[in-house]
């Protein structure tokens, strides 16, 4: 390598003072996933859109993986919890937090894929932890509190993750490409079904949290005194959306 050439075993060194901000990168990356797909990204293509040279993006970050590893952070952060005022059962709770996760996937579409391989369960944790109290309190047993918190999340990432990944001709289709001739008991179902993509999403959680919880009467009210003192109580949290005037809740 000759001297002079900016270069240490390969690896273009970083500048020594930031030319742009932690996040002005992450926003910009987004933009470009957002707007021109995932394939699009690439550290020279993010270098353009900031109007720098490839090396200043290593002051803040080690390499493509960790900028869309950070995006996939950003992304999970912009979810909003419901308001527990504007949710007068406790499933109406699990509904709203489920639907507004899967708003957030869904205004990102292209982003899926980076969701997929880098989800930040890390940031989570306040919310698992705020979900096992909630059963807690409506009298789930211990027991079973695990297995609804596992599914609730399984159930959402799968789901949210799936409708994202549909192609602009298919989104918000249950089912494409179905023909009477040779699917003709799941094409009678479809031109039976009156539900949207979103209010499918929402009864499938609904009837999830039936059959995992029994026990407990989806009509029992949230928690309410609960969620607000779990909530104002960890600065970490994003906020809180107020779900009546946000459509997270689809009856």
Known sequence: MPAGSGRHNGVMPRPSSPLISHGAVVEASLRIVDREGLDAFSLPRLARELNVQAPSLYHHFADRADI?????RAIVLQTRLPDPAACATWVDWFVGLSMAFRNVVLS????????????PRDLLIENYELCVQILAEIGVSPSQRILVIN?????????????????????????????AATEPMLAQALAANTRTAQELFADSIRSFLAGAVPGVPPEMPAPQALIARFTGSRSRWPGVLTAANSGLLPR
Not at 68 to 72: D, E, I, S
Not at 108 to 119: G, K, S, V, Y
Request: net charge negative; proline share 4%.
């Open 68 to 72: 869309l590893r950070t995006v996939a």
């Open 151 to 179: 599914g609730l999340d399984t159930l959402t990432l799968g789901a949210s993750l799936a409708e994202a990944a549909k192609s602009p001709a298919t989104a918000g289709q249950v089912f494409a490409s179905v023909e």
């Open 108 to 119: 990102h579409r292209n982003a899926a894929p980076i969701l997929l391989e880098f989800m």
